[in-house]
């Protein structure tokens, strides 16, 4: 029996253009390290992952090396003008290392607050089947649906809603062939290219600290939330 092989891709090729500022949200200093630094840490903290790529812009003056040291870290490859692009760009980056049947991770750079221990219980929940699996929390807050001009046109049911979040991780051909099949434009996450390819995701319940970073106020309560952790020693 094969034992299964998993590798991690992080779409890193963002504009940040809500967030602001000089620099892209990933490089932002946060917790004394640029962001984008917390993300791969917790990555490379995962024993079962065996390599991680990063997609970065074409234009792209701020990643070093030594970002982080580990040689978890394949390298970078230039991403697309979408997520999408830049995560199919990513596969095509990993198709030396890989081998039938292995499994990939993706996670969002603007995520630094994501857990090891949430990776592995991802990887671990996956299922048997290529469908995979993606981190989400049940929705906890009443739904409400605007009209377009900033009035609430109905309230939805929040029964059986679930906020994805990543890593999402899916068989790697399946992924792969899922995206080469889609309008990349108008994909917003992988988990969705599966389910439009006819797969069924699992949902594996993550944590509400497993923020995307978008705006100033995420990247202030990201750093609270690593600033708790670093003196409670738990990552």
Known sequence: MNVPRYWALVPAAGSS???GGEKPKQYVEIVGKPLLAHTLKSLTE???ILGIAIGLASDDR????????SDRILGTYVGGVSRAETVLRGLEFLEPHVHAGDWVLVHDAARPCIRSSDIERLISERGDGPSGALLALPVSDTMKQSNGRNQVERTISRERLWCAQTPQIFSYKALRD???????AMVTD???VMEAAGYTPRLVRGRA???KVTTREDLELAALILQARCRGGNR
Do not use: F
Not at 62 to 69: D, L
Not at 178 to 183: E, H, I, K
């Open 209 to 211: 600290d497993n923020l």
């Open 46 to 48: 995962v024993g079962s």
């Open 178 to 184: 899922a995206l080469q099949r889609s309008d990349l």
């Open 17 to 19: 253009s809500r967030l």
């Open 190 to 192: 992988d988990s969705s």
């Open 62 to 69: 701020w990643w070093h090396e030594n970002i982080v040291t």
